[in-house]
């Protein structure tokens, strides 16, 4: 899964993308894109790794994307909605989420380019920098569908004319400003839009970007947002993205120390990558075998045998059933063999639909 950090100039994304990756970056320079490949703070594989004694523990991976500032500031230029072209177009155009990063820090010496800080103002100017991108896409896409439809032949009309139905609807939710994430009707009408790079289709983490000094009311400020901002696939986080990636160097207790002399509860960064799971709207599921316990990424709802799939593709085909137990049921039992003599694994066959937690061990025949 690919998330790109977006947002307008100077509102520190090269900074949360730093303290996201914090060792895992891999460095670029300001006008292109920055890539890492990042793992997913995990506290439920942690603990059940220990539980199940493993040797190897695999978390998740997330690739991160620093992009420069793709859009044109709003008002300065005639074009507007147009993003940048090449390599960091491209990985915006297929992210499968965004990280929106906004500044709140203040900072005496270094001026907000609009003036004053105002993440409220932000927020807004980009989404609408990303309605009015979109709008351009599908503009472009009609016009050409305007003429290949009518130099078809009538039995070949009929795909297109579909197509110009579902963008003409789109257009006009572009129109009234809103964000396409909220509008796609099912699941049809998402694959069918998904080649198009649309960026309102995107799920989005906004990240309000903390000034040092809010660091103790980073939750009260996060929900403030979250009541504004927060909807369906809109989600909301607050951290010090400066904070964070300067923490992100130094050893975990002393971090820890640094924290807490900032009244800083736990850490932010951590926290912040965790939640990504539930803005890409993936479950998380687990597989201790052997002496690996191993965390898994799939969409809300997924299979079984979906999700056998995702692990080896001989488990799908010879998939037989799968034995299932929630994490948490799992650590109050305290281990799988107790788990087992007590008939609390459950039985799941190939239509069970996975659940965020579930520890699997999938039964298949080669
Ligand atoms: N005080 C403070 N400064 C920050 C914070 N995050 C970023 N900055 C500063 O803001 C400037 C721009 O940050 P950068 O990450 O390069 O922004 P970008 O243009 O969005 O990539 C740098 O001087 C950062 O040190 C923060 O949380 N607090
Ligand atoms: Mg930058």
Redesign the pocket.
């Known amino acids: 899964m690919d998330l790109a950090i977006v ?1 307008p ?8 993308f730093n303290a996201l990756a914090a060792s895992h970056a891999r460095h670029g320079d300001a006008r292109h894109e920055q890539l890492a490949a990042v793992k997913i703070p995990d506290e439920r594989l942690e603990r059940l790794a220990r539980l199940v004694e493993a040797k190897k523990v695999t978390p998740l991976e997330l690739r991160l994307h620093d992009l420069p ?1 793709l859009f044109l500031p709003a008002g300065r230029h005639g074009e507007k909605g147009r993003a940048a072209s090449g390599e960091a177009a491209e990985a915006l155009s297929r992210a499968d989420g965004l990280i929106l ?1 906004v500044r709140a ?1 203040r ?1 005496a010496d ?1 001026p907000h380019p609009r003036g004053d800080v105002d993440p409220g103002r932000d927020i807004d100017e980009f989404r609408s920098e990303m309605v009015l991108h979109d709008q351009g896409i599908v503009e472009r896409r009609l016009k050409k569908l305007d003429t290949t439809v009518r130099s078809s032949r009538p039995g070949e009309r009929e795909e297109g004319q579909r197509e110009q139905v579902l963008l003409q609807r789109i257009r006009q939710y572009l129109e009234d400003g809103r964000s396409l994430r909220d509008s796609v009707a099912g699941r049809d009408e998402a694959k069918a839009l998904a080649n198009y790079g649309l960026l309102t289709l995107k799920p989005v983490l906004i990240l309000i ?4 000094e809010d660091i103790a009311k980073e939750a009260e400020i996060e929900g403030d947002y979250r009541g504004r901002y927060g909807s369906g696939s809109t989600f909301v986080g607050a951290m ?4 964070e990636a300067e923490l992100g160097e130094l050893e975990p207790e002393e971090a820890a120390e640094f924290r807490r002399e900032m009244g800083a509860t736990e850490p932010a960064a951590a926290r912040i990558l965790a939640q990504t799971q539930e803005v890409l709207g993936l479950v998380t599921f687990y597989t201790p075998v052997g002496t690996e316990c191993r965390a898994w990424a799939a969409p809300a709802g997924t299979t079984a045998v979906e999700a056998a799939g995702r692990i080896h593709t001989d488990m799908e085909r010879g998939f037989i059933r799968a034995e299932a137990i929630s994490w948490k049921e799992l650590m109050g039992i305290g281990s799988f063999a107790e788990a087992k003599k007590q008939g609390r694994l459950r039985s799941e066959g190939k239509q069970y639909v996975v659940q965020d937690g579930d520890v699997l061990h999938i039964l298949f025949h080669v």
Do not use: H, I
């Open positions: 947002g100039a100077q509102s520190g994304k090269t900074t949360v500032t990063v820090f900072r270094m970007n903390l000034d040092e010090c993205a400066r904070l």
